[in-house]
């Protein structure tokens, strides 16, 4: 009912000022509210794209259409190239190595895993740098992919140092064996030698007595005098021992050129082992490669086991040969401590096998020892686990078995082991150079 009362109309205009002031307020506060989202947002985009540009890892970012879209501070850093050039370009030309495909990282993603591997980023100017890659798939509304790469270049760098010096210091705990190795064939060098020269000197005096004995003759001596001369030389030539001594010395002679051989492959062995490490794969002779491992490490082995060795044909095989010399050098001196501590004096047996085994090159390093323990089979791989006591062993054989075979050659390192019987590990390097990583494992034989 409408009045035009005046007094009920101010009241009304009241109340309805009362609402608009309440609005007012109201909007005031969403106004703030919105204003204060907005400041907090665009703070947390500047950290964010802040966080995005000082990440010590590379971040690439690649649309729908497989085409770089943007990339942070590192990334430029480690190519070498300016945002302006990278943008736009493919995957395939930053990356070498294959890249997964979309199926592959929407299965992963379905488990909450990410693609992880070892790959190469192409740097400008063409070197490649070994990077640690992880691939996500972000599958929304377009599909792009988030690729985080971790320079390895550092890692590669300290774990080749720390194989080396892990080598050196095998050479330094072998020093003495070596030592020993020299020095038994060089004394029967110098027996041989000394026997040749006793010899010489022996055959000489017979010879310079039958040379004077012809002078005598041509000059024309007394037979007297020549009778006396003949029985000089045939006294010399007794006490020579002719025979004798044309029946033993080139066998002397032979032993020491043996022992002289002997003593160059000692040295020859040594130096190889010592092989400075890093550089490309080159392809190698595996059979050699035990070989030189067994002559410096036959100190270590000669008063504990016999080795059976059974060495098929293997092609050469791509690898860095001075890093496997020490695995089979680690695995090789567990197989001797096995044999030590369930022998107990007795000689074991050391068996060595090499072969093809389909795209593989084999070897398989096997003892007779007591076996490993169940509740430590997991752990052998682990840096410094070790069961031994200090100064005996320091836990990183197996582990930088495993780094040499699994990371640094795409091989696999597996063992089979049964209690009181021994164990065997298995070193399988892939006979062509390969581009994925595969897994170390184990199986036990119970
Ligand atoms: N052939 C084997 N038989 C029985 N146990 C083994 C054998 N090989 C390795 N192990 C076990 O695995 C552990 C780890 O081996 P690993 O070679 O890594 O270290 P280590 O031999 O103890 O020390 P290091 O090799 O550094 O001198 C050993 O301590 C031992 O318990
Ligand atoms: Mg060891």
């Known amino acids: ?52 540009k000082a990440v010590p890892g590379a971040i690439l970012v690649f649309g729908s259409d497989g085409l770089l879209e943007a990339v942070n501070g590192e990334t430029l850093r480690l190519v070498g190239h300016s945002e302006s050039e990278l943008i736009g370009e493919p995957y395939g030309r930053l990356f070498s190595g294959p890249q997964p495909s979309i199926d592959t990282l929407r299965e992963l993603a379905a488990m909450g895993q990410v693609f992880r591997g070892e790959h190469q980023l192409r740097r400008a100017g063409g070197d490649r740098i070994p990077v640690l890659l992880s691939i996500t798939l972000l599958d929304g509304a377009s599909v792009s992919l988030v690729c985080v790469a971790i320079d390895l270049t550092e890692r590669k760098k300290l774990e080749a140092e720390l194989l080396h010096a892990s080598k050196l210091e095998s050479i330094g705990r072998l020093a003495s064996g070596i030592a020993h190795e020299i020095n038994t064939p060089i004394q029967f060098v110098g027996d041989s030698v000394h026997f040749a020269r006793e010899a010489f000197a022996a055959i000489a005096r017979v010879v310079v007595q039958s040379m004077a004995l012809t002078r005598l003759q041509q000059d024309g001596a007394s037979s007297a005098a020549l009778l006396t001369a003949l029985d000089d030389a045939g006294q010399i030539q007794a006490e020579a021992d002719l025979p004798f001594l044309l029946e033993e010395l080139p066998g002397a002679l032979d ?14 062995a040594t130096k190889a082992f010592a092989h400075p490490p890093g550089g490309e794969l080159r392809p190698a002779n595996l059979n050699k490669a ?56 007795s000689r074991g047996t050391i068996t060595i096998v090499s072969r093809v085994d389909r795209d593989q090159a084999l070897v398989a390093i096997g003892d007779n020892g007591g076996g490993i323990p169940e509740r430590v089979q997991q752990r052998i791989f682990d840096p410094f686990f070790t069961t031994k006591e200090v100064g005996r062993g320091s836990g990183q054989g197996l582990a930088i078995a495993r780094s040499v075979v699994v990371e640094r050659h795409k091989g696999t390192l ?16 892939p ?16």
């Open 414 to 429: 597996t063992f089979e082991t049964a209690a009181g019987r021994g164990s065997t590990f298995f070193v399988r390097i």
């Open 290 to 345: 035990i070989e030189t491992t067994l002559t410096i490490a036959h100190g270590e082995y000669e008063r504990v086991a016999d080795i059976q060795l059974d060495l098929g044909d293997l092609p050469l095989v791509a690898c860095h040969v001075g890093e496997l010399n020490q695995v089979f050098l680690n695995l090789l001196i567990n197989a001797v401590h096995a044999i030590e501590d369930q022998h107990q004096g």
């Open 1 to 52: 009912m409408s009045t035009k009362d005046p007094a009920v109309l101010a009241r009304r205009l009241a109340r309805a000022e009362e609402r608009v002031s309440i609005l007012e307020t109201m909007l005031e506060d969403r106004a703030r509210e919105v204003y204060l989202a907005s400041q907090r947002l665009q703070a947390t985009t500047e950290s964010l794209t802040e966080l995005f």
């Open 255 to 268: 032993r020491a050129l043996d022992g002289l051989h002997r003593v160059a492959e000692i040295v020859k």
């Open 431 to 446: 006979l062509r150079p390969p581009t994925r990583t595969s897994t170390s494992g184990l199986r036990a034989v119970r």
